[in-house]
């Protein structure tokens, strides 16, 4: 039988309409509940019974998404000692020196030796590190078109946009909203580079997380009684450098970055006389 091994392989089962039929807010949190082992997949009222039989129609408790995550790391860092770094270098463009490969993320550097072992500049949570490690391994080093695209007119977006509205967008929107001063910071300290009034947008800057997988982030402030606006933009080639799940992996761990600065800021600024 089929092992479903993390939240995302069973949401991707799903037909992602958050219908709360199933007592749950999204099909996020009733994928994590599945997972988790506090419900059923025969509890998602729009699963064909086939998809049902052949997962068993539940799932045992796993572990936690968090060690989970830490597991695919460990895995990619084997697979990453296995490969020639320096041939990996030349199909991405990057530094290779002293048995060491070296990619920017964010203007940082990003390093791995030929034993898998890693150091950053930047801080490392698995979000990051895992996207990392796949375009390292599976980037086909294609050239930017300069066609910017939402996530879901990539060929594998229409199934992760909402979800990415709802994990990358939407708090990142939340963040641009309460310090927007901070949010512009935040870019220019990661590299960013403002351009002028991209799709009209009050911010427009564009962010390399990785070399070859850039984005477009614009920001439209509040007026007139209506809210805020953000979207992010890919380059219309960024699934031949990196695959759509690292995509949405690696806009989540952006956000987590720039949450953390965030929050940090907000506590400094109430701390002060």
């Given at each position: 039988?089929?092992?479903?091994?993390?939240?995302?392989?069973?949401?991707?089962?799903?037909?992602?309409s958050?219908?709360?039929?199933?007592?749950?807010?999204?099909?996020?949190?009733?994928?994590?509940?599945?997972?988790?082992?506090?419900?059923?997949?025969?509890?998602?009222?729009h699963?064909e019974?086939?998809?049902?039989?052949?997962?068993?129609?539940?799932?045992?408790?796993?572990?936690?998404?968090?060690?989970?995550?830490k597991?695919?790391?460990?895995?990619?860092?084997?697979?990453?000692?296995?490969?020639?770094?320096?041939?990996?270098?030349?199909?991405?463009?990057s530094?290779?020196?002293?048995?060491?490969?070296?990619?920017?993320?964010?203007?940082?550097?990003?390093?791995?030796d030929?034993?898998?072992?890693?150091?950053?500049?930047?801080?490392?949570?698995?979000?990051?590190?895992?996207?990392?490690?796949?375009?390292?391994?599976?980037?086909?080093?294609?050239?930017?078109?300069?066609?910017?695209?939402?996530?879901?007119e990539?060929?594998?977006?229409?199934?992760?946009h909402?979800?990415?509205?709802?994990?990358?967008?939407?708090p990142?929107?939340?963040?641009?909203?309460?310090?927007?001063?901070?949010?512009?910071?935040?870019?220019?300290i990661?590299?960013?580079?403002?351009v002028?009034?991209?799709?009209?947008?009050?911010i427009?800057?564009?962010?390399?997380?990785?070399?070859?997988?850039?984005?477009?982030?614009?920001?439209?402030?509040p007026?007139?009684?209506?809210?805020?606006?953000?979207?992010?933009?890919?380059?219309?080639?960024?699934?031949?450098?990196?695959?759509i799940?690292?995509?949405?992996?690696?806009?989540t761990?952006?956000?987590m970055?720039?949450?953390?600065?965030a929050?940090t800021?907000?506590?400094?600024?109430?701390?002060?006389?």
């Amino acid at each position: 039988m089929p092992q479903l091994n993390n939240p995302i392989e069973i949401l991707k089962l799903l037909n992602k309409s958050n219908c709360r039929e199933c007592n749950e807010p999204t099909c996020l949190a009733f994928a994590a509940a599945v997972f988790n082992g506090n419900k059923q997949l025969a509890e998602c009222p729009h699963l064909e019974s086939d998809v049902i039989e052949r997962f068993g129609g539940k799932t045992k408790k796993r572990k936690s998404i968090e060690q989970d995550m830490k597991d695919i790391v460990e895995q990619l860092k084997i697979k990453v000692s296995k490969i020639d770094l320096l041939s990996a270098a030349q199909r991405l463009g990057s530094e290779f020196s002293d048995d060491k490969l070296t990619i920017k993320i964010c203007g940082k550097n990003f390093i791995v030796d030929s034993k898998g072992e890693l150091s950053s500049e930047i801080h490392m949570n698995p979000w990051v590190t895992i996207p990392a490690l796949s375009y390292i391994l599976n980037c086909k080093g294609m050239p930017l078109s300069g066609k910017w695209v939402p996530l879901r007119e990539l060929e594998g977006g229409q199934d992760w946009h909402r979800l990415f509205g709802q994990r990358c967008e939407r708090p990142l929107k939340k963040v641009a909203d309460s310090y927007t001063d901070l949010f512009n910071d935040m870019l220019h300290i990661f590299k960013g580079r403002q351009v002028k009034n991209h799709y009209q947008s009050d911010i427009s800057l564009i962010l390399h997380p990785l070399p070859l997988v850039p984005v477009l982030i614009c920001y439209w402030r509040p007026e007139d009684g209506l809210e805020s606006t953000l979207n992010i933009f890919f380059d219309s080639t960024a699934e031949d450098n990196l695959n759509i799940d690292s995509i949405y992996a690696l806009g989540t761990g952006l956000v987590m970055m720039f949450e953390k600065i965030a929050l940090t800021h907000g506590e400094t600024k109430k701390g002060r006389p």
